[in-house]
C-alpha cells in the first residue's frame, strides 16, 4: 500500500470515527468550470444582500488561496435530522437544523480534532477547517469528491441519507487519493421545484436566493420583510425544509446520534402564542448557543410579526 492510500485510509477511517456521516477527497485544483456559473449568478443579483458572496471571487475558485500549495481538499457530511418536531401545527416554524446548538461551533470542533489526528499521524502539514465560514464552495467541493450530487434544488443529496447534514472541509498540502464523482439520482422528479412556494428554485439546479424564504428569514437584514412574499412563507420564521421535506430520496434519511443536536429544552413545545408573544429575554435564553441568534432577536421577531399580519388578513 502506497503510503498516500494509507493516508487517505487513515483520514477517512478517524473521520467516521469522529461522527462525519461521509468524507470524500477531490485533488486541490482551481475550479474553472465554476467561474462563469459564480459569475452569471451574482451578475444577475441572485445573492441579494448576501454581498460577501461577491468578496474574494478568485478565493472561492482556487483553494491554493486559502492553504498555499494546497493539494487535497477533505469533503464532510455531519448529520442533524431528528424524527422530533414542534407540537404545535399553527406556530412559527424553525428550519430543523436549527433545532440544537450552532453547527459552526460543533462541527468546527470536530474536524479540529480530525486535523490534529492528521498531523500526529502524517506529520507537520499545512491545513485549515471550514464550516460554511469562508469563501468556499462546499457543494461543488463535495459532489466532487464523490460524497454526493447538487440536487435540482441546489442542495448536496446522498442516495443512502438523504440531504439533511452540513459540509465541512478541511484544505491541506498532503497528497491524498481522490474520490471519483457519483451518479445524479434526481432524474425527472421535479418536487422540490413544485413545492417551492416562492418560486426560488426557479428551473433544475437554479435558485435565486432573493426569493428563498432561508435567505428571507436568516440574511436579509430589512426592517420589513418584502410585501410580495406575503402569503407565500409557508409559516416559517426561520430557516425553510421545504424542499428538502418533499424529496423522495429524505425518505432514506437517518436520525443523527450528536448530542449537541438534540432540541434546546422547551423549544419544540412552544405554542403560536407564545412565539407570538416571545420576549428578548426568553430569545437569549433559548438560542444562547443556537444558529438562531444570527438573525438576533429584531429579526426573528420581525419574521414573525410579518407571519401574523398575514394570517390577520
Not at 426561520?238 to 424542499?243: A, L, P, R, T, V
Not at 437569549?284 to 399580519?309: C, P, W
Request: proline share 4%; aromatic share 10%.
Amino acid at each position: 500500500m502506497s503510503q498516500t492510500i494509507a493516508h487517505t485510509h487513515f483520514v477517512k477511517n478517524k473521520a467516521l470515527e469522529l461522527g462525519f456521516s461521509e468524507c470524500g477527497i477531490s485533488k486541490a485544483v482551481y475550479l474553472d468550470d465554476q467561474a462563469e456559473k459564480l459569475e452569471r449568478w451574482l451578475s444577475q443579483g441572485m445573492h441579494g444582500s448576501m454581498n460577501y458572496m461577491s468578496n474574494h471571487f478568485d478565493m472561492r475558485l482556487n483553494p491554493s488561496l486559502l492553504v498555499p500549495e494546497a493539494k487535497s481538499v477533505i469533503s464532510l457530511s455531519y448529520n442533524y435530522y431528528t424524527n422530533e418536531k414542534q407540537l404545535d401545527d399553527s406556530a412559527p416554524k424553525l428550519s430543523m437544523y436549527a433545532y440544537g446548538a450552532d453547527y459552526h461551533q460543533v462541527v468546527k470542533s470536530k474536524l479540529k480534532l480530525l486535523l490534529e489526528a492528521m498531523r500526529t499521524e502524517l506529520g507537520d502539514i499545512d491545513g485549515r477547517c471550514f464550516v460554511d465560514s469562508a469563501p468556499v464552495l462546499e457543494r461543488v467541493w463535495a459532489e466532487k469528491s464523490g460524497i454526493g450530487w447538487i440536487g435540482k434544488n441546489t442542495l448536496l443529496l446522498t442516495k443512502a441519507k438523504g440531504s439533511y447534514f452540513f459540509l465541512a472541509e478541511i484544505i491541506c498540502d498532503v497528497e491524498l487519493e481522490p474520490d471519483g464523482p457519483v451518479s445524479n439520482y434526481c432524474g425527472t422528479c421535479t418536487k422540490c421545484i413544485d413545492a417551492c412556494p416562492t418560486d426560488a428554485i426557479f428551473a433544475p439546479y437554479q435558485l435565486d436566493a432573493t426569493k428563498c424564504i432561508s435567505y428571507l428569514t436568516i440574511e436579509l437584514k430589512d426592517k420589513i420583510l418584502p410585501s410580495n412574499m406575503k402569503g407565500k412563507m409557508d409559516n416559517w420564521m426561520y430557516g425553510c425544509d421545504i424542499c428538502q421535506q418533499v424529496c423522495p430520496i429524505n425518505a432514506r434519511s437517518k436520525v443523527h446520534q450528536e448530542k449537541a443536536f438534540e432540541p434546546q429544552q422547551g423549544l419544540l413545545e412552544k405554542t403560536k402564542n407564545e412565539w407570538e408573544e416571545i420576549t428578548e429575554e426568553v430569545f437569549q435564553t433559548l438560542f444562547s448557543k443556537s444558529a438562531v441568534k444570527r438573525t438576533k432577536y429584531a429579526g426573528l421577531k420581525r419574521n414573525i410579526l410579518f407571519l401574523q399580519e398575514v394570517n390577520k388578513e
